[in-house]
Each structure stands twice: as C-alpha cells, then as structure tokens.
Nanobody
Framework: QVQLVESGGGLVQAGGSLRLSCAAS????????MGWYRQAPGKQRELVAA???????NYADSVKGRFTISRDNAKNTVYLQMNSLKLEDTGIYYC??????????????WGQGTQVTVSS
C-alpha cells in the first residue's frame, strides 16, 4: 500500500554533484525513517545515509562531508544531495522508508533503485 518512487540518478563526472529524490505515496500514517542504500555489482547493499523522524541523520563514513540527506515531511520525500562524487560512489541507489501504513506495525519499503555512475 506504499510505493517509493526515485528519481535523479544518472551519469556524472568525478567531483560533480547529483541529487536523488524519493517520494513515498499510498496510505501513510507516519514515516519513521527514510534512507538511501547503494549496491555495486558483486557487493552487498550498504547504508549510505538515513534520516529519522526527529531529524537525526546517519551517514556512511565514506560519504560524510560530501553527502547530505534531508526530508520533506509534508511531501513524504527524502533527498540525497551528493557532492564531490567519486568513482567509488557508483552503484544502484535504493530508497527505503520505515512506514506505518494500515495497522499498528510499521514496515520497510524499498524503491526500485536508480543508477548512479561516476566517471573519471
């Protein structure tokens, strides 16, 4: 009953910037947390950044100081501003959200993923 739609992926040169967006829609009572994961071929999916409902954030060490996660609660949307991109940032980026929809138990939902490719 909840869908996450991502946008903003693409090809960018090293040192450049990109902003990802993810909008949640459906029957939403509350979004407890939203975040971004990424996965490169042959690698495990890893947490990039997350923002909780209270505004606190978590970042992977590799992106601290370069990426910024934010959310617009009115739009149920999370953003990931990626600056100073490196080749190592290449991967499929997935949005996720812990959402309380119908009922009293929240669930984690995932977006379809968007490709981010950083070129030299």
């Amino acid at each position: 009953q909840v869908q996450l739609v991502e946008s903003g992926g693409g090809l960018v040169q090293a040192g450049g910037s990109l902003r990802l967006s993810c909008a949640a829609s459906g029957i939403i009572f509350r979004i407890n947390a939203m975040g971004w994961y990424r996965q490169a071929p042959g690698k495990q999916r890893e947490l990039v950044a997350a923002v909780l409902s209270g505004g606190s954030t978590n970042y992977a060490d590799s992106v601290k100081g370069r990426f910024t996660i934010s959310r617009d609660n009115a739009k149920n949307t999370v953003y990931l501003q990626m600056n100073s991109l490196k080749l190592e940032d290449t991967g499929i980026y997935y949005c996720n959200a812990n959402v309380l929809s119908v009922g009293t138990v929240s669930r984690v939902y995932w977006g379809q993923g968007t490709q981010v490719t950083v070129s030299s």
